[in-house]
């Protein structure tokens, strides 16, 4: 190490940096460094993606079944328009024909002309053909429409089946 000190300053940092002792502290000096450096920009940008969060450009009230306020940007309003229709979840329908499709389809054409607010959906099941109503998540609430539907098909009933996702009314303010 007395021969080291003789040495101008840069050969003296050079052999410290490479020398058996010391290379893993550089290295750990060096990756931390790095490190901060890397993060300071990433922080930014996830700074600003959060940012860009937290304003929306289209912000709108939703209300749907209840008080459920709902305040989102256009491009999460586009990613559920696009899952809308290909989510199904388990609910319930009222069934109100089983028959043959001649009859599957007059008793379906009948049930929308009499403007109800439920959809009708066409329903095969071998040999036979169903028409079953509504989209409802509880039983409770597809029984409370089964009472109304029954006046005009005495023979309807509740189903277990797989339905649409709720639609979400929107209301501007």
């Known amino acids: 190490m007395a021969d080291v000190k003789k040495l101008p300053l840069l050969h003296q940092l050079l052999y410290i940096m490479f020398s058996v002792k010391r290379p ?3 290295l750990c000096l060096f990756f931390l460094f ?3 450096v ?3 920009s990433q922080n930014d940008s996830l700074s600003h993606a959060l940012e860009k969060l937290k304003r929306p450009e289209n912000t709108e009230r939703v209300n749907s079944l209840g008080k459920i306020e709902v305040f989102s940007s256009e491009a999460i309003d586009s990613l559920e328009r696009y899952d809308r229709g290909k ?6 329908r009222i069934q109100i024909y089983l028959g043959d499709f001649a009859g599957a389809k007059s008793t379906r054409a009948k049930f929308i002309s009499s403007g109800g ?3 009708a959906y066409p329903v095969q ?3 036979n053909y169903a028409v ?7 039983l409770l609430e597809a029984h409370k429409y089964l009472v109304g539907i029954k006046k005009n098909y005495p023979s309807a009933f509740v189903v277990e089946d797989k339905i649409q996702s709720p639609k979400l009314v929107r209301r501007k303010e």
Do not use: C, W, Y
Request: hydrophobic share 40%; charged share 25%.
């Open 24 to 26: 893993l502290i550089f």
């Open 38 to 40: 890397f993060s300071q």
């Open 125 to 127: 099941l071998a040999p």
């Open 34 to 36: 790095s490190h901060i």
């Open 132 to 138: 079953r109503v509504g989209d409802f998540r509880t």
């Open 117 to 119: 607010e439920l959809n």
């Open 87 to 92: 989510r199904e979840t388990k609910g319930f």
